[in-house]
């Protein structure tokens, strides 16, 4: 692998490569022994045996539903999920732990976010005299959602646009949120572009004119320090497969008055007070939103990566990935014919680099890279609008973590270097 001299200015702030002998899988190799250089972490991070011993131990001692038996293993099940939500609550700085939701995914605390404002009485309720605001860097997850409430209620989505060098273009922004406006909806940080967005801006105009904020942070919370009370948003949703955690959990926080008074999108067992055959009442929040027996191991994991993640210190990883990623936007903007899609600087970006590579299709590109054993993703990673923001079909990602090293970039210029030589 070749590494160009001086161009890593950032090695005090790489964390220990002795991490790597967490994650098991990363010493796995593919395609007849090539080293697995894993570089798709935005789409799902890899587990450290903490995470997976947690996983096992809870299926193999402690298995039972929760809350509902007096049997030891319920009260032992209860007492791990539970606790689970108390160290979410800590991770975020969450005022209580009741604000904190369990979901299956990010995807899911969206829509239920939408669904509950659908059904809502004044003053939260969204209808056919009120607008949605979104931008046209989302994820389809918080786009899918807010069109479909749109439709359903007539209400008018409206979104801000994005400038050339892959940054919100904000320069409308009384126009775009106004006195109608009754949710601000937007990603922190970008999962196609990697772009940081200007939280404070947008918070405060929101607040001028009474709408209430939903943070996607789902690229933000396993990369860096996250505050919801810093944040001064309503609700914060995040997922816990991009952060070390198990697939199947995922977590929305809102603010408790606002879940005290808004209706539930699922009914079920577990979220209800009383039942009777005219009518029902519900639960106190978190449980009015968790209907049905709850994903409890998967809690867990995300439990016990949150231990993980906190024990090495998320300042530490945030200054460990801005190291990377400032070495890597040097070392791919040296590649001929490459293009970032995106922040060219690694100011005000996340992990997660976008690229196209000359006329090479990207499908094309992430084949011979997994050919050299190099997992990236390819596509329009659920950001359509981006893609056609930039007149492209698709783009290749590139995603880094605590995990990732300077050799693994390095791999990465050689493979990009042996797609061009291959496709002539």
């Known amino acids: 692998?070749?590494?160009?001299?001086?161009?890593?200015?950032?090695?005090?702030?790489?964390?220990?490569?002795?991490?790597?002998?967490?994650?098991?899988?990363?010493?796995?190799?593919?395609?007849?022994?090539?080293?697995?250089?894993?570089?798709?972490?935005?789409?799902?991070?890899?587990?450290?045996?903490?995470?997976?011993?947690?996983?096992?131990?809870?299926?193999?001692?402690?298995?039972?539903?929760?809350?509902?038996?007096?049997?030891?293993?319920?009260?032992?099940?209860?007492?791990?999920?539970?606790?689970?939500?108390?160290?979410?609550?800590?991770?975020?700085?969450?005022?209580?732990?009741?604000?904190v939701i369990f979901t299956k995914n990010a995807s899911e605390s969206l829509n239920l976010v939408a669904n509950m404002l659908g059904w809502a009485d004044e003053p939260y309720r969204v209808d056919h005299e009120t607008e949605i605001v979104i931008t046209e860097m989302e994820h389809h997850s918080n786009i899918v959602p807010w069109q479909l409430l749109s439709q359903r209620t007539g209400a008018k989505l409206k979104w801000f646009g994005l400038t050339d060098d892959g940054r919100l273009d904000l320069s409308n922004i009384d126009e775009i949120i106004t006195e109608k406006t009754k949710i601000v909806s937007f990603v922190l940080v970008s999962n196609i572009l990697g772009t940081v967005n200007p939280v404070e801006k947008i918070v405060r105009r929101a607040q001028e004119v009474g709408a209430l904020v939903l943070i996607d942070a789902s690229q933000a919370a396993p990369h860096m320090p996250l505050d919801v009370q810093a944040l001064q948003a309503d609700f914060v949703a995040f997922t816990g497969h991009k952060?070390?955690?198990?697939?199947?959990?995922?977590?929305l926080w809102g603010r408790q008055e606002l879940l005290e008074d808004l209706p539930p999108f699922l009914g079920g067992g577990e979220m209800i007070e009383t039942v009777s055959m005219h009518s029902s009442t519900y639960a106190p929040a978190p449980h009015k939103f968790e209907a049905g027996t709850p994903p409890i191991a998967q809690a867990v994991g995300l439990g016990a990566a949150i231990d993980y993640l906190s024990a090495i210190g998320m300042d530490k990883i945030l200054?460990?990935?801005?190291?990377?990623?400032?070495?890597?936007?040097?070392?791919?903007?040296?590649?001929?014919?490459?293009?970032?899609?995106?922040?060219?600087?690694?100011?005000?970006?996340?992990?997660?680099?976008?690229?196209?590579?000359?006329?090479?299709?990207?499908?094309?590109?992430?084949?011979?890279l997994d050919e050299e054993g190099i997992a990236v993703r390819v596509g329009h990673h659920c950001a359509r609008p981006v893609c056609l923001r930039y007149g492209i079909p698709a783009t290749t990602r590139a995603s880094f973590y605590l995990y990732s090293t300077p050799a693994e970039i390095d791999a990465l210029v050689d493979g990009l270097e042996h797609v061009r030589n291959f496709f002539g």
């Open 1 to 99: 692998m070749t590494q160009t001299p001086g161009l890593l200015t950032s090695t005090s702030q790489l964390l220990d490569e002795a991490i790597r002998k967490d994650f098991p899988i990363l010493d796995r190799t593919v395609h007849d022994g090539k080293k697995l250089v894993y570089l798709d972490n935005a789409a799902t991070s890899q587990k450290p045996r903490q995470v997976l011993d947690a996983l096992n131990e809870y299926y193999e001692r402690y298995n039972a539903n929760v809350h509902r038996g007096v049997h030891v293993l319920a009260e032992e099940a209860t007492a791990l999920y539970e606790g689970a939500r108390d160290k979410v609550a800590a991770f975020i700085n969450a005022p209580s732990r009741d604000e």
């Open 243 to 251: 952060m070390c955690g198990p697939t199947g959990i995922g977590v």
């Open 319 to 368: 200054a460990h990935e801005h190291a990377l990623t400032e070495y890597a936007v040097k070392r791919l903007l040296d590649v001929p014919g490459l293009k970032i899609i995106g922040p060219t600087t690694a100011e005000d970006r996340g992990a997660a680099i976008s690229f196209t590579l000359g006329d090479i299709h990207p499908h094309d590109v992430g084949q011979v």
